[in-house]
Nanobody, 125 residues
Framework: QVQLVESGGGLVQPGGSPRLSCAAS????????MGWFRQAPGKEREFVAA????????YYADSVKGRFTISRDNSKNTVYLQMNSLKPEDTAVYYC??????????????????WGQGTQVTVSS
């Protein structure tokens, strides 16, 4: 079992640059690829970014490529999502997720076994 706790959300002005964090506990963090997903009201959960177990590979949705950066610190059991140039359409609940010993770095929510409770990010002036 892995417990994931997100933090860092809130109300942000357009163009803002918050950083989300996701702290993991319970198992060997480096055994898990990590992903960030988001869900806006009335919409399905969508992939945002993923990072391999070592942090050497990353994968982004086209909608955030060049604006968001995913990273991890395995010594702190934490994955981050640096968000830059935020837009109102980035408003959503952001979730981190863990994929145990993956064969590929996935954008599919069903591949991730563990999920955090989510943190709300609202982009508005």
């Amino acid at each position: 079992q892995v417990q994931l706790v997100e933090s860092g959300g809130g109300l942000v002005q357009p163009g803002g640059s918050p950083r989300l964090s996701c702290a993991a506990s319970g198992r060997i963090f480096s055994n898990y690829a990590m992903g960030w997903f988001r869900q806006a009201p009335g919409k399905e959960r969508e992939f945002v970014a993923a990072i391999s177990r070592s942090g050497g590979r990353t994968y982004y949705a086209d909608s955030v490529k060049g604006r968001f950066t995913i990273s991890r610190d395995n010594s702190k059991n934490t994955v981050y999502l640096q968000m830059n140039s935020l837009k109102p359409e980035d408003t959503a609940v952001y979730y981190c997720a863990a994929d145990h010993l993956p064969t590929v770095l996935s954008r599919r929510p069903g591949e991730y076994e563990y999920w955090g409770q989510g943190t709300q990010v609202t982009v508005s002036s």
